[in-house]
């Protein structure tokens, strides 16, 4: 009997006793991840295996220029600021022409116009604030007409932003819902691969604007953010050591493997294409239409098909059709293709209505007949910047 209750009171009290080292171990390591995610947060793993050229006088806005230079930009549109002249000044050197205008907003109209004339990234930079705000009715414009635009956006410094520095605001959340691709550069090696990022969504699915965030410290050279940044004295006392050391982390962050060779050139881009049976039944539909009408936009002109041979395509079909947008005077001056007037008459009157490159209607309109769609819808409202057309 004694010898029974003893095994119980064992037994009862093994678990209680193994309790405590699982919880040591789980506490272990819940500590060991905190500290690994922390040392990760702070960039010390990558300081680790890329070093801070400490007496370079190179500055990010080398970058920028060598990543524009790259992608074939002719032209750079602002209104000179101090958060952005690194940028301006080493686009120069390279031969890019900056034009310095009058209102941030006819930089980004100017960028708008290129985009639409040449078929390639209008690029426009403004200051940080104001000069972004500037540029808001610029930029929708450039969204409803669906041009690729990289907007460059100076920004406070990275430890001084969200904390009352000289015009300073929420920038990402004022553009988000008027680009495809907004991002906020955090050290100066994010540079190229953002810029390079950005461009490619510019000109993939439906083009458009796109909004790239340049802080004041990853433009300028070490040297300068250093002094900025770090104080001369070293503080005295525990508490001013830690963040005598945070300071100088976050520094040697911001710079670490900045001149690293990296790839400069354009990104693979999304260009939506009809497949052979998409085609094919297109031809099925047309074949048997009676009143054929074709409404041609600023997307049916972009890369790769030359506009020749989509005019040369338009007159093989013979069906009369309406150009808007960038479309506009495919067909020269008196086509007999090419109607002009009494556009929703004509609509009303078609059997089969050809959509080709021109924005998508959200909502069916019960007074159009049957329809083809050749063009990529562009995104609805609410969806997340950056996320790929379907």
């Given at each position: 009997?004694?010898?029974?209750?003893?095994?119980?009171?064992?037994?009862?009290?093994?678990?209680?006793?193994?309790?405590?080292?699982?919880?040591?171990?789980?506490?272990?390591?819940?500590?060991?991840?905190?500290?690994?995610?922390?040392?990760?947060?702070?960039?010390?793993?990558?300081?680790?295996?890329?070093?801070?050229?400490?007496?370079?006088?190179?500055?990010?806005?080398?970058?920028?220029?060598?990543?524009?230079?790259?992608?074939?930009?002719?032209?750079?549109?602002?209104?000179?600021?101090?958060?952005?002249?690194?940028?301006?000044?080493?686009?120069?050197?390279?031969?890019?022409?900056?034009?310095?205008?009058r209102h941030e907003g006819t930089a980004v109209f100017a960028a708008d116009a290129v985009a639409r004339l040449t078929g390639?990234?209008?690029?426009?930079?403004?200051?940080?604030?104001?000069?972004?705000?500037?540029?808001?009715?610029?930029?929708?414009?450039?969204?409803?007409?669906?041009?690729?635009?990289?907007?460059?956006?100076?920004?406070?410094?990275?430890?001084?932003?969200?904390?009352?520095?000289?015009?300073?605001?929420?920038?990402?959340?004022?553009?988000?819902?008027?680009?495809?691709?907004?991002?906020?550069?955090?050290?100066?090696?994010?540079?190229?691969?953002?810029?390079?990022?950005?461009?490619?969504?510019?000109?993939?699915?439906?083009?458009?604007?796109?909004?790239?965030?340049?802080?004041?410290?990853?433009?300028?050279?070490?040297?300068?953010?250093?002094?900025?940044?770090?104080?001369?004295?070293?503080?005295?006392?525990?508490?001013?050591?830690?963040?005598?050391?945070?300071?100088?982390?976050?520094?040697?962050?911001?710079?670490?493997?900045?001149?690293?060779?990296?790839?400069?050139?354009?990104?693979?881009?999304?260009?939506?294409?009809?497949?052979?049976?998409?085609?094919?039944?297109?031809?099925?539909?047309?074949?048997?239409?009676?009143?054929?009408?074709?409404?041609?936009?600023?997307?049916?002109?972009?890369?790769?098909?030359?506009?020749?041979?989509?005019?040369?395509?338009?007159?093989?079909?013979?069906?009369?059709?309406?150009?808007?947008?960038?479309?506009?005077?495919?067909?020269?001056?008196?086509?007999?293709?090419?109607?002009?007037?009494?556009?929703?008459?004509?609509?009303?009157?078609?059997?089969?209505?050809?959509?080709?490159?021109?924005?998508?209607?959200?909502?069916?309109?019960?007074?159009?007949?049957?329809?083809?769609?050749?063009?990529?819808?562009?995104?609805?409202?609410?969806?997340?910047?950056?996320?790929?057309?379907?």
């Amino acid at each position: 009997m004694l010898k029974c209750n003893f095994m119980e009171t064992s037994t009862s009290a093994s678990p209680a006793g193994g309790f405590f080292p699982s919880f040591l171990l789980l506490a272990f390591g819940t500590l060991v991840a905190a500290l690994l995610g922390a040392a990760h947060h702070l960039g010390l793993f990558y300081q680790l295996m890329h070093k801070v050229d400490k007496a370079s006088i190179r500055h990010g806005g080398e970058n920028v220029a060598a990543v524009l230079r790259a992608h074939s930009v002719r032209f750079v549109f602002t209104l000179v600021g101090g958060h952005i002249s690194p940028l301006l000044v080493a686009c120069e050197k390279l031969g890019i022409r900056v034009v310095d205008t009058r209102h941030e907003g006819t930089a980004v109209f100017a960028a708008d116009a290129v985009a639409r004339l040449t078929g390639t990234v209008g690029v426009a930079a403004v200051t940080a604030g104001p000069g972004l705000t500037n540029t808001v009715t610029a930029v929708k414009n450039a969204q409803m007409a669906q041009s690729p635009v990289l907007l460059l956006g100076g920004a406070a410094s990275t430890l001084l932003q969200n904390r009352g520095a000289l015009q300073a605001i929420d920038q990402m959340s004022l553009f988000r819902p008027l680009c495809k691709f907004c991002a906020s550069v955090r050290r100066v090696r994010d540079i190229i691969p953002t810029l390079r990022a950005a461009m490619a969504a510019a000109q993939s699915g439906t083009p458009g604007p796109v909004f790239v965030e340049l802080p004041i410290d990853v433009l300028y050279p070490y040297f300068m953010v250093q002094k900025e940044m770090v104080p001369a004295k070293p503080p005295k006392g525990l508490i001013g050591r830690g963040v005598s050391w945070y300071l100088e982390n976050h520094l040697a962050n911001l710079f670490a493997g900045a001149w690293e060779p990296q790839p400069e050139g354009p990104l693979p881009l999304d260009i939506p294409q009809a497949s052979p049976q998409q085609v094919q039944h297109c031809v099925e539909i047309l074949s048997r239409a009676k009143r054929p009408l074709m409404l041609l936009g600023s997307q049916a002109v972009l890369p790769p098909t030359p506009a020749d041979k989509l005019r040369a395509a338009v007159e093989t079909l013979g069906v009369p059709c309406f150009l808007g947008g960038m479309a506009r005077g495919l067909l020269g001056r008196n086509h007999p293709l090419h109607i002009r007037q009494n556009r929703s008459a004509a609509l009303k009157k078609a059997d089969v209505v050809v959509l080709a490159g021109g924005p998508h209607p959200t909502h069916p309109v019960p007074s159009l007949p049957l329809g083809i769609s050749l063009c990529n819808p562009a995104p609805p409202r609410g969806v997340p910047a950056g996320t790929p057309p379907s």
